[in-house]
């Protein structure tokens, strides 16, 4: 189960990508990736901009799995997120 502060952000992180262009998605992208690669330990392909965000779920959906979230998954969330302003 996803941890509510964890879920919060998430959802969060979702629905401004939505917001982005799809220009300046594709420029952070990058942070994206690095933060599921991270989660996953393993580099991971990358799907693109579109399906960026149910990748991203469902990385850190498997990183919560067992004994809870990853150490300040919420934050990074949030980090990462305001990244993109």
Same mark, same amino acid.
């Given at each position: ?14 629905? @401004? ?6 220009? @300046? ?61």
């Amino acid at each position: 189960m996803i941890p509510d502060d964890v879920a919060t952000e998430l959802g969060r992180a979702v629905r @401004r990508w939505h917001q982005l262009p799809l220009a @300046r998605a594709a420029d952070v992208l990058v942070g994206v990736h690095a933060l599921m690669s991270d989660l996953a330990g393993e580099p991971l392909p990358d799907l693109g901009p579109a399906v960026a965000m149910d990748q991203l779920r469902v990385v850190v959906f498997d990183a919560c799995r067992g004994e809870g979230s990853p150490p300040h998954l919420a934050q990074r969330l949030a980090d990462l997120r305001l990244s993109w302003s």
